[in-house]
């Protein structure tokens, strides 16, 4: 049988500050369980001549998409895309959506926290165990239909929530193809090539045959009284292939980057950022650096985000793709990758080193 996304999650067993988010509504100061020591804090970059201090921003229709994309990849490992299909107005329920679920009361969101071993509700981001300090941040995972938990959230009114949340899924899921092809091209992979078999699909043989798989993660990050000293989103990288986000008009996402620092990356009105992931670097044999990123939370507005990541299907073999260099990754499936992850963290990535 094969095994799905969900199931390949599933194997960590948290305690409950590693699941269940703060109450923001009834806490007007930072606690100190909140209150990180911000060293690495250099929030602007350096800008120098001719070396404009932004991620890229790509037309998906223009004549030159793959080198554009693929120079995005190669210097940031991530760009923002317009004119990429998604109707604006369905990001834009999507995200009335995720308001509406963060801004239901405490102890209703908490019928539907993510269980124990579970991977998909309402809670903590998952990343959360590995640090000592809790982050400003709440969020919901969808993996394939959100009925189940939506249920509790809304016993009568869920249907409105699922069917949005699969409709963006789908969306989501046809064009992070769409841009995985791009990126295998700049990469020098056509989809008429037979011999690549660098993603290994047990069932459909090459990646090409088929769409992957995704998991949709809502974010909220409330207004914070003392955002100098916490943090949204602790800095992490994303495990799979690409990320595909959504964020509304307020600031935080900021991306790492060697002799520069923390940059920005402001949300531009109907650009939807994508992000190289830590798969996607394993396929690239490191030519597309797997991007390092954090969320800064804001004085005054709420912030939300929606985050869609796309992989193979979980038990699929990721490996360097041939003809670009030595390969320095062994081969990896799906499932492990996600399992070594839950136990290192961003040494995982080194661990495949050969
Ligand atoms: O909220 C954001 O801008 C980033 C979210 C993110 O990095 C994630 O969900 O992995
Ligand atoms: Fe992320």
Redesign the pocket.
């Known amino acids: 049988m094969a095994t799905s996304l969900s199931e390949s999650y599933r194997d960590t067993h948290l305690l409950p500050q590693h699941i269940i988010p703060l109450d923001f509504e009834t806490i007007h100061d930072l606690p100190e369980s909140h209150a990180w020591i911000r060293t690495d804090d250099i929030r602007v970059c350096q800008i120098r001549e001719n070396e404009p201090c932004v991620v890229p921003v790509i037309d998906l229709t223009a004549p030159n998409v793959v080198e554009l994309v693929g120079n995005a990849c190669q210097k940031w490992g991530m760009f923002q895309v317009t004119n990429h299909q998604v109707p604006l107005s369905l990001v834009d329920d999507v995200e009335a959506h995720a308001r509406r679920l963060f801004g239901l009361p405490a102890d209703r969101k908490l019928k539907a926290l993510r269980s124990p071993s579970g991977a998909t509700g309402y809670g903590v981001?998952r990343i959360s165990p590995f640090f000592n300090k809790l982050m400003w941040h709440e969020?919901f995972t969808i993996m394939g239909s959100a009925v189940e938990h939506a249920k509790q959230l809304w016993p009568h009114h869920y249907e409105e929530f699922c069917d949005a949340m699969d409709n963006y899924q789908k969306k989501m899921k046809s064009l992070a193809y769409k841009i995985l092809l791009i990126i295998l091209k700049a990469l020098g992979v056509d989809e008429n090539d037979e011999n690549q078999e660098n993603i290994i699909d047990p069932t459909n043989n090459s990646l090409f045959q088929s769409e992957g798989e995704g998991a949709l993660?809502l974010?909220s990050?409330p207004s914070c009284p003392n955002p100098n000293r916490a943090i949204?989103?602790a800095p992490?990288t994303?495990s799979l292939l690409l990320?595909i986000?959504h964020?509304n008009h307020t600031n935080?996402?900021q991306i790492f980057q060697d002799g520069k620092g923390w940059i920005s990356?402001p949300p531009i009105s109907g650009a939807l950022?994508v992000?190289i992931g830590d798969l996607m670097h394993i396929l690239s044999n490191a030519r597309f650096p797997t991007v390092y990123?954090?969320?800064v939370p804001n004085e005054t507005n709420h912030?939300?985000?929606i985050?869609y990541?796309y992989g193979p299907p979980a038990d699929s073999t990721v490996a360097p793709l041939s003809g670009l260099s030595l390969p320095c990754f062994r081969p990896v499936t799906v499932k492990d990758y996600i399992g070594l992850k839950n136990k290192h963290l961003e040494k995982a990535i080194s661990l495949l080193r050969v």
């Open positions: 981001a969020g993660q974010n990050y949204g989103l992490h994303d990320t986000l964020q935080g996402l990356v950022v992000n990123h954090r969320v912030r939300f985000s985050a990541f």
